[in-house]
């Protein structure tokens, strides 16, 4: 049997258009949700219709992402517990993993 790394999933039920600078992930933090650690993605998939420019982990320095370019990342990355979206009005889904 292999080794447990998460503790679920989460991710959008419908197409979301985004309010600038709002966190996405925090707010799938389950209400039972008691661990020590922050709750982070140690897997997460961002799909994106529109081009935006989107920050991670309370960085300052937006990455730029083209139509439809999307963003992933997987458990051998940094854990993401912060993911906003800069620009109004940007279609997007996204799905994750969480510690």
Known sequence: MGLQVGAGYFGDATLQSSTPNVEIIQPFKPANYTTAITFAAYKF???????CSVLINDSTDPIYLADSQGFSMGYEDAPI???KI?????????VGAYI
Do not use: L
């Not at 998939?45 to 081009?51: G, I, R, Y």
């Not at 800069?86 to 996204?94: L, M």
């Open 81 to 83: 517990y912060s993911f």
């Open 45 to 51: 998939t961002f799909a994106n219709q529109d081009a």
């Open 86 to 94: 800069v620009e109004a009005g940007i279609t997007y889904n996204c």
